[in-house]
């Protein structure tokens, strides 16, 4: 009884562990509207196939067999209502967060992929109309498109940016530019946002001892300052070698941060005492009650 007590414990606490890195699943409200802003076309519909036959079949089988995988939560066959009845942006925005044990496919999955994935699984959805992007453009906001290049005589960082209009790229002006470096944990601005001029450009000084990977390396992105979603996630990355070949400390270094005991923080060798404790208690535990069972069936024997 006493056991069965505790492996309840356990299963509860993983539960919630899992429903705090995602809790409900909930698509916030401005993603929902959110929509492919091209036609769906059949070449779309079949690199959609195999990047699901690839990605996601492990799990959700393949469409209309209902042969997905007997996990809990279950995965589901996604040609189902439950998914057909979904708005574009809903399934956009599952894919792209995922749930556990679902992968997040953020970095898996380009926009463009995702996006034939979900073409591909609407043609199972009867009665599923695909919004017009045309129609939906106009309400959705500007569709904004970014490249990024390095001014060496200016040693500036160029971003441009180019509104995608019903008559073609036009140079987008006033559009304010985020340019940020990927680091260890996250991405680091590089200085305050700024706007596009009149011919869809903003500058940003590159601070020259900025620090790169051995060979200089830096890995930069761009992305527009849009609270509100309404400029379709506007975003590049590029590795340039812009920066300081350095030789960054590696993770086992007594440089870096956390490899040494000393530079832990108390939470951390809290949190892995603690945990270190409760896997030895459950060992021990298990090890006591298999000896008692040996004694109970000592004593039947004799
Ligand atoms: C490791 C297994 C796994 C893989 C791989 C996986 N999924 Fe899932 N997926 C799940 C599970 C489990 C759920 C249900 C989660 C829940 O409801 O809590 C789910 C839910 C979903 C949902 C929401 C369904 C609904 O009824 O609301 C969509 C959409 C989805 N997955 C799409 C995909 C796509 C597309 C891929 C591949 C690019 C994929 N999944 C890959 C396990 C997986």
Sequence with gaps: MKKLFYILLLVFIMLLRAEAQNPGWIVPDDQKGKI?????????????????????????????????????????????????????????????????????????????????????????????????????????????????????????????????????????????????????????????????????YAGFDWPQDFPGDKTGKVILGARVNDPTGSMQEAIVRDTLAIGLPTNKPALTDTRAMWSTREKAPVWMILTYTLAVIIVWYFIIYIILSVLDMRKIKQVKNT
Aim: net charge positive.
């Design 36 to 200: 492919c802003l091209v036609k769906f076309t059949p070449d779309m519909v079949k690199q959609g196939e195999a990047l699901y036959m690839k990605n996601c079949q492990s799990c959700h089988g393949i469409p209309t067999k209902k042969n997905f995988a007997a996990i809990q939560p279950s995965p589901g066959d996604l040609s189902e209502p439950k998914a057909g009845t979904q708005k574009d942006g809903e399934l956009f925005y599952r894919i792209t967060t995922g749930k556990v044990p679902m992968p997040e496919f953020r970095n898996i999955l380009s926009e463009d992929e995702r996006w034939s994935v979900i073409s591909f699984l609407r043609t199972f959805h009867k009665g599923y109309v695909q919004p017009d992007p045309e129609k939906m453009a106009a309400s959705m906001g500007k569709r904004i498109r970014l490249s990024m290049t390095y001014d060496t005589a200016r040693k500036k960082i160029m971003v441009k940016a180019v509104e995608l209009t019903k008559e073609g790229p036009v140079a987008a002006k006033g559009a304010e530019i985020i340019v940020f470096v990927q680091r260890y944990f996250g991405n680091m601005q590089l200085a305050d946002p700024k706007p596009t001029s009149e011919s869809g």
